[in-house]
């Protein structure tokens, strides 16, 4: 399909554009059978945003995934302009404000700053954090069970986890979590103005101020203070600015992300007691609890999307996409191709799985994405095997959901009982 099939070019054609996010099934994180049907009909896309007009949107996972490697496919700076999003806020003059960070400046200096800051996300760092992990899980249940049921898993548990790691990688004291939660809560808002996330902003700077400032002075054995010696030794190589909006980025992707996704799988599958009996039987078994942990990443929706931005002209598949286009690369799209995943509405953990898109591709890919893993290993370990009769207390329709104004969506509470 052209790119002159693809572009509105008038009212009328403007009307017939399908409109973004599809919306999922009534109080359920079904997906839309729209994707499919875009599938079917126009791989690449052309769709309606929320804010800022039209993008292209692929649905198949060869372009999605060809996507998110291809440099000619950018990060969207400030200096980008007013673009089709999802989120009514835009930020300007970010490249220069201290919310700049490593997925705004050129690949070549996104990769020398990967270089130095991903020693902390590999796979043995993540391994180094499980045992504290384990202990705080299980704290946390030892704390349900002292209440008794009903518990609500998101509040009780699944937020714990990520706030605790995030806390140590940075150095924030563990009581003060509650003000950088509001932070991460603004930065993934959709409805927030640009004023309101700006503002959010420097409040988050100034409560890293005297955090960033002890790493200076005396950097510890966490993220700061790699960065800090880095400096020590003559590699400039984030600044102090960079250094902020580093640190607002890993807490605005961490708080949400893990606490979410585990939050949404648990919605999913504890209405599934026969998939909750397969996943006890392999928590013993790590290759197969790792399999099993990727089959639940890839089923789970979290959020809508990331948007890329074209810098020269890309051909995804037969769709030509000139420069200057946003791309929004919709991962549960990619996640649920039946052509790379057969059956892909159905929870297989013996599934042969093919590299899930969850956590994008190419330099971009999310950083904290082993540390992700681990966490979500730990939490549902813990959880079945400390409360093997865990289920849900209520229907699943009484389960409150969250208002539609974020960029993750799903349950805002999740009480189960044991």
Known sequence: MSKEQ???????????????PFPFADHSLQLSEEYDRQRQKCPVARVHMPYGGDAFMPTRYEEIAQAFADPKCG???ASDGDVPRLEAGHVTGVEDSAAASIFAVSDARHNKLR????PAFTV????????????VTHALVDAMERKGPPADLFEDYAIQVPM?????????????EHLYRESARMLVSTTASAQEKQAQGMKLMHYLTPII???????????????????EKGDEVMTETEMYGFAMAVIGAGFETVSTTFTNSAFILLQQPELVAQLRAHLEQPDQLARAIEEILRITPIGHGRPRITREPVQLGETTIPAGEVVF??????????????????????????????????????LGQQIARMELQILWQTLLTRLPSVRLAVAPSEVPWRADEALTFGPEHLPVTW
């Open 6 to 20: 693809l572009t509105p070019t008038s009212e009328a054609s403007q009307e017939e554009l399908p409109t973004y």
């Open 75 to 77: 990060a969207i700076r």
């Open 115 to 118: 270089r130095v800051i991903g």
């Open 124 to 135: 043995p760092a993540a391994n180094k954090l499980r045992s504290r992990v384990a202990e």
């Open 164 to 176: 605790t790691v995030l806390c140590e990688m940075l150095g924030i004291p563990r009581e003060e």
């Open 213 to 231: 400032q002890e790493a200076q002075t005396n950097p510890r054995d966490n993220i700061l203070g790699l960065l800090v010696r880095a400096r």
């Open 329 to 366: 690369l919709a991962t549960h799209a990619a996640n649920y191709d039946s052509s790379v995943f057969p059956d892909a509405r159905e929870i297989r953990f013996d599934r042969d799985l093919q590299p899930i898109l969850s956590f994008g591709r190419g330099i971009h890919a999310c």
